[in-house]
């Protein structure tokens, strides 16, 4: 058995694995050894469902893919990589990484989407206010989270992402990020306790009081602490609908106060949703005026603008929750008390009521017609970041209004959130300055036919923003951050560092786990 094993766990090589696999062995018989229940896949079928991620710029083989049926068959493949001299273990969420975060070279990759279904069970937490909370898998799709809590409970989760097709573990490992967070902070700011393997092989549950310093090392760590099988996410009461608002600005300096002004307002009274995007002043259906409407009928009229107005336009997004039984007047009183406050531009505002369920699937209907017209396929050199407020004029006037004036043939995210509602205790790191800073998101779609050269200019143009940012000293950080050497981690984590080298090595001292961030080689 031991020598079957070899090839696999000792050796690390993925070529004997596939040849062996090749050959007609079965794994069954490593599947045995390492007492895992699950089945492992090597070769062509390991690579096939790990060797690739949504960015489509890597292509790695993996030693194997572990489908695991629970934390148990997680621990033992991370103590099998213990045992061996250089096996790295990585869990892989849905695979919506953009630059193979979620890949293990010659490693074991756990496909977390075989336990998404091994909780969900809703409670209230002990206290007072009695909120509710959902236990849910680390491997779930929070698409299938949301279905759920407003089918079965009429509740849901207070945090979200723009899009849901992604897992539970994989949006907790890096900060989750959407309309609500100015409000509710990122989703790492809305759970309670985890369940967790460590790079130990451990199985621990930790919480702000229990093994906190696991709780918040794992909390955006990037996969380097432990693998979340768990996760207990607090509830609110579902709305049954949203008014969904886009309303349009030439000027970014009133784009910004507005926005800011809406993300400051005290709890309930305003918006409950507050995103931004810039878009190109021009006819263009991917990257201009077309992108703006939420509804067929709707149409853009560009004579609504002024002369003056430059090469990119600004476009606050906005979402009311209401119930059923609430009143048109009610609702549209409640509109018009905060939109009567902003500056957009008269004659350029949009908005459809949608069902609250299908206002937080909008970017399904996105996702379907790229996979239409092949966009979902190809490359995806997205870059996001933050910015502190101090430089995000200075950002929109070089990289919007002149290095990206022409889109990126996606949308282009901008919008404030609060530092206060961010932990930092967690290893998220956040620009270093004010209350107020901003996510950016470059969200580039590459069509099926353009050359390499053209998404190697996306990646160049990625590269001369983030290069711009350190030249002239602005306050940022990457958000779904990727280096490729330890000095670029080092400044990324500034005076962070320290904390999650220390992190490391009590959680995963032999750097086993998500070698794809390439932050730490493994150690023997
Ligand atoms: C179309 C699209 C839209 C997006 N929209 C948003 C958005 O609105 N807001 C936002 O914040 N982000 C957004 N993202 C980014 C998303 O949060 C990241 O891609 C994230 O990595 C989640 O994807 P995933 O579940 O597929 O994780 P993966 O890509 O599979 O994994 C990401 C990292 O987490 C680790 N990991 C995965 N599962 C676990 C686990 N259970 N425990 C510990 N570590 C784990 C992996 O090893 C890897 O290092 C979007 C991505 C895409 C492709």
């Known amino acids: 058995m031991i020598a079957y094993i070899e090839p696999y766990f000792l050796e690390n090589d993925a070529e004997a694995a596939s040849a062996a696999t090749a050959a007609g062995k079965s794994t069954d018989g490593v599947s045995e050894s390492l ?12 690579a096939d469902i790990a060797g690739r991620d949504f960015g489509g710029m890597n292509c790695v083989k993996p030693l194997a893919v572990v489908r695991p049926v629970g934390p148990e068959d997680i621990a033992g493949a991370v103590k099998a990589a213990l045992r061996s001299d ?50 849910v898998s680390g491997g779930a799709l929070w698409e299938d989270v949301l279905k759920r809590c407003v089918s079965e409970y009429g509740l849901a989760p207070r945090s979200w992402t723009d899009y849901l097709g992604l897992t539970v573990g994989g949006t907790l490992s890096n900060a989750g990020v959407s309309g609500q967070a100015f409000r509710y902070g990122p989703q790492t700011s809305n759970v309670t306790e985890l369940d967790v393997v460590t790079g130990n092989g451990d199985v621990v ?20 602490f432990g693998i979340i099988t768990r996760a207990r996410v607090l509830l ?36 409950d949703y507050v995103e931004g995007f810039v878009f190109v002043n021009g006819a263009d259906p991917v990257n201009g005026w077309p992108t703006v409407p939420l509804h067929p009928d709707h149409e853009f009229d560009p004579t609504r603008l002024p002369q003056s107005c430059g090469s990119v336009l600004y476009c606050l997004e906005l979402g009311l929750h209401y119930r059923d039984s609430d009143s048109n007047s009610t609702i549209d009183k409640r509109v018009e008390r905060l939109i009567g406050r902003l500056r957009f531009n008269e004659g350029l505002r949009f908005e459809v009521d949608l069902p609250y369920v299908d206002f937080l699937l909008r970017v399904k209907r996105s996702e379907e017609i790229a996979k239409e017209n092949g966009t979902w396929e190809t490359p ?48 998220v790191v956040i620009p270093e300055e ?29 590269q001369e923003i983030v290069h711009w940012c ?10 779904l951050p990727h280096y490729k ?33 390439k932050i730490f080689n493994r150690s023997l």
């Open 86 to 135: 250089k096996l790295t273990v990585a869990a892989r969420g849905n695979g919506h990484s953009i630059n193979g975060q979620a890949m293990a070279e010659g490693g074991l990759v756990v496909d977390m989407s075989t336990t998404a279904e091994n909780h969900f069970e809703v409670g209230y937490l002990s206290g007072g206010d009695a909120t509710a909370f959902v236990d």
């Open 236 to 271: 609110q009461p579902a709305p049954d609908m949203v008014r969904w608002i886009r309303v349009v600005y030439t000027e970014f300096d009133e784009f910004t106060q507005d926005a800011e002004w809406l993300v400051s307002q005290k709890n309930e009274s305003s918006f």
């Open 205 to 224: 549950t930790c919480s702000e009081i229990e093994n906190s310093e696991l709780f918040f090392s794992v909390l955006g760590g990037l996969g380097q």
């Open 35 to 46: 007492n895992i229940q699950g089945e492992i896949l090597c070769g062509g079928a390991a």
């Open 485 to 517: 050497s330890q000095e670029e981690w080092i400044r990324h984590f500034g005076n962070r560092w320290s904390r999650f080298v220390d992190r490391k090595a009590m959680f995963d001292p032999m750097a086993i786990l998500s070698p794809g961030q």
């Open 470 to 479: 350190v030249k002239n000293g602005i306050d940022y950080k990457l958000y």
């Open 434 to 462: 004010g209350e107020i800073f901003y996510i950016v998101a470059l969200l580039r779609f590459v069509p099926p036919c353009a050359k390499v050269s053209s998404v190697e200019k996306m990646v160049a143009q990625n």
């Open 380 to 427: 995806h050199p997205w870059l996001n970041l933050f910015v502190s407020k101090r430089d995000i004029g200075d950002f929109n006037r070089t990289v919007f209004k002149e290095l990206v004036k022409n889109g990126v043939n996606g949308p282009m995210l901008v919008y404030p959130l609060l530092r206060s509602r961010w932990d930092d205790r967690t290893s």
